[in-house]
């Protein structure tokens, strides 16, 4: 073993704990190399959602969330991850790995990785602390965003207006239709939705309409704090800090215990992303995400994790080798 180069095994138990990453409709459209210390992340293209997400953008904030998990669970296993960010056309990231002495916040914010959970279920009316108002804040910040709290009345109604006419406008799109319900409603599949997380569509504008929601829809109101992700531009490059600054918030609410769920339909479509940032962002920033987050009502039960593909479809070889020292798996074999 050489304590300056991490070994196949750490690698791949990196990969492993970075792919519980959230992504849009949990199509999980990443791929992954690695050799030695140098690992690499693209986007997979063919997993791209070209009727819900038709900039892309949801495609790299899902990739951004990965990258961020990646770097958690590469801290809490001993290294440290230098990126370079779209270092050259169709790579999203190089990541160096370097010795790094675990500290406790680290194996705290990896921990919360296999515990994070997209709750769609109205959450309990009770406030944020401003504690963790402000540790949310900060985590954003800490990448390269900004989290902004709705907090008044009329930012709070320019997004729901939003949310209700995008669902509008969606509704009326056969092709988005199509796509949604190809990935949701899914039973024993490793990638979409899946029935049982889903909340059964209410004109709630928090519900995107999943297929076949299990989750039944209470009518309590939904205490949930509503907050925008935003960056300063928009180009590739801060869709995927948005990806990463938002997976910092959505680890950062779980150790916090708090509940939370990304939500992006007011923000697919240009007509309804402009309400947004007129509205709830003066025009002066770029809205990637709305992050919901708050408390679960006491004695709410736990969603179960969704699925996520084997390891073995996301990595593939790296040059001539594939990752150090491990077989190639049968699967990859013919690509
Ligand atoms: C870019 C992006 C957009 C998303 N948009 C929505 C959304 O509009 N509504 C929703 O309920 N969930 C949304 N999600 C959450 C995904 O559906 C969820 O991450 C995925 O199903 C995996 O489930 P998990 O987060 O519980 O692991 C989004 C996630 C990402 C990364």
């Not at 992340?41 to 953008?57: C, I, K, S, V």
């Not at 109205?122 to 963790?132: C, G, Q, S, Y």
């Not at 109101?221 to 531009?233: F, K, N, S, Y």
């Not at 919901?292 to 699925?307: C, I, S």
Request: hydrophobic share 40%; glycine share 6%.
């Amino acid at each position: 073993m050489n304590q300056y180069l991490p070994d196949a095994y750490t690698v791949r138990a990196a990969i492993a704990l970075a792919v519980r990453a959230p992504s849009v409709h949990n199509t999980q459209p990443w791929e992954w190399r690695f050799s030695g210390r140098t690992v690499e992340l693209r986007a997979d293209a063919r997993r791209h959602l070209r009727h819900t997400d038709p900039d892309g953008r949801d495609l790299l904030v899902s990739c951004g969330c990965v990258l961020h998990h990646f770097t958690v669970a590469a801290a809490a296993l001993g290294w440290a991850a230098q990126i370079e960010r779209l270092p050259e056309p169709g790579l999203l990231a190089r990541i160096t790995l370097v010795p790094h002495d675990t500290r406790d916040g680290d194996i705290a914010l990896a921990a919360a990785i296999p515990r994070r959970r997209s709750d769609r279920r109205p959450f309990a009316e009770r406030p944020l602390l401003v504690r963790d108002e402000v540790f949310l804040a900060k985590s954003a910040t800490d990448h390269g965003a900004l989290l902004r709290l709705l907090d008044d009345a009329p930012q709070l109604s320019a997004l729901t207006g939003a949310s209700l006419a995008a669902r509008e406008l969606h509704r009326a799109d056969t092709d988005y239709g199509i796509e949604l319900a190809a990935w949701s409603g899914r039973r024993y599949a490793p990638d979409g939705v899946p029935a049982q997380n889903a909340v059964h569509a209410t004109e709630a504008p928090r519900v995107r309409d999943f297929a076949d929601a299990q989750l039944a829809d209470t009518a309590e109101p939904d205490g949930a704090a509503l907050t925008v992700l935003a960056t300063r531009g928009d180009e590739p490059a801060d869709r995927l800090r948005a990806g990463e600054a938002a997976s910092a918030v959505l680890l950062t609410a779980t150790r916090l215990n708090l509940a939370s769920c990304l939500v992006t339909e007011p923000l697919e479509l240009t007509s309804t992303r402009a309400l947004v940032r007129d509205c709830v962002l003066d025009g002066k920033l770029e809205p990637q995400l709305v992050v919901r987050v708050g408390y679960l009502p006491e004695g709410a039960a736990p969603l179960p994790a969704t699925p996520r593909r084997p390891i073995g479809e996301v990595v593939r070889p790296f040059g001539h080798g594939y990752g150090v020292g491990l077989p190639i798996p049968a699967q990859l074999r013919r690509h």
